[in-house]
């Protein structure tokens, strides 16, 4: 590395970030924590959603911990997900966007919709993901379990529409469509035709349906949108 670039590197402010997620049971309502250390400040972040999954959790954290810096830093990041971890610093994420997020013809990448938001962020900031020991003392990280813990008891926690609702991930995939295996059940889907009901402004011409799983999935560029006398605008 050059001399520009090791100053370059040590002008940016250094921050540590503690992460941990969870979910009770898994999958099930779960929550998130983070503490990020600054020299001169330390900020906490916690939430939850009413079911989603453990490794949900963990990235989710990640992301709330990276979206509490306001402008570019260098950044370790702290987490006991092996999972995060190593899915970042080996470049196993990186790939699977790399690849339109496809592991195989038949099956798709999981929690897309997180990733795509980690390496985002990881973009912006020079980001070292480190492996914890969970549970072994370290305090911060002691921390986050807590604040992940107490997440999860929370009432009216919100959908995580990532994981309750894959159409809305897999609609802004341009390769979806019929054919490619279902995400819930790896099946071919097929198209079924739409139709219009009455007092709305919009169909949808066609939709992508599981024959296995019966799981339906609307695409974007089907929807059609109607006038009040029901005739195409």
């Known amino acids: 590395m050059s001399e520009k670039a090791d100053s370059s590197k040590a002008a940016l402010p250094a921050v540590e970030i503690y992460t941990d997620g969870g979910c009770e049971p898994n999958p099930g309502p779960g929550g998130f924590g983070a503490v990020l250390l600054h020299p001169k400040k330390r ?11 453990n490794n949900r959790m963990e990235i989710y954290a990640a992301i709330k911990g990276l979206e509490l810096l306001k402008q570019p830093c260098q950044v370790v ?13 080996k470049g196993w994420a990186a790939n699977w ?3 339109n997020w496809r592991l195989s013809s038949k099956e798709w990448a999981k929690n897309i919709d997180l990733w795509d938001k980690l390496l985002s962020l990881c973009a912006t900031h020079q980001v070292e993901f480190r492996w914890v020991k969970g549970h072994a003392g370290t305090v911060e990280n002691e921390r986050c379990d807590q604040l992940s813990s107490e997440a999860i008891r929370r009432p009216d926690l919100p959908i995580d529409e990532g ?7 897999l609609e802004k995939l341009p390769e979806f469509d019929e ?10 889907v097929v198209r079924r035709k739409g139709r219009w009901k009455p007092k709305r402004d919009y169909y949808y011409e066609y939709h992508l349906f599981c024959p296995k799983c019966e799981a339906i999935f609307h695409v974007e560029g089907a929807k059609r949108f109607v006038a009040q006398s029901g005739t195409l605008f």
């Open 43 to 53: 900020l906490e972040v916690s939430g939850g959603f009413r079911k989603t999954t």
């Open 77 to 89: 990041v702290y987490s006991d997900s092996q999972y995060v971890v190593e899915s970042m610093m």
């Open 97 to 99: 966007k790399k690849k």
């Open 163 to 169: 994981y309750e609702d894959s159409a809305a991930v």
């Open 179 to 188: 054919g490619q295996p279902c995400p819930k059940c790896a099946t071919p």
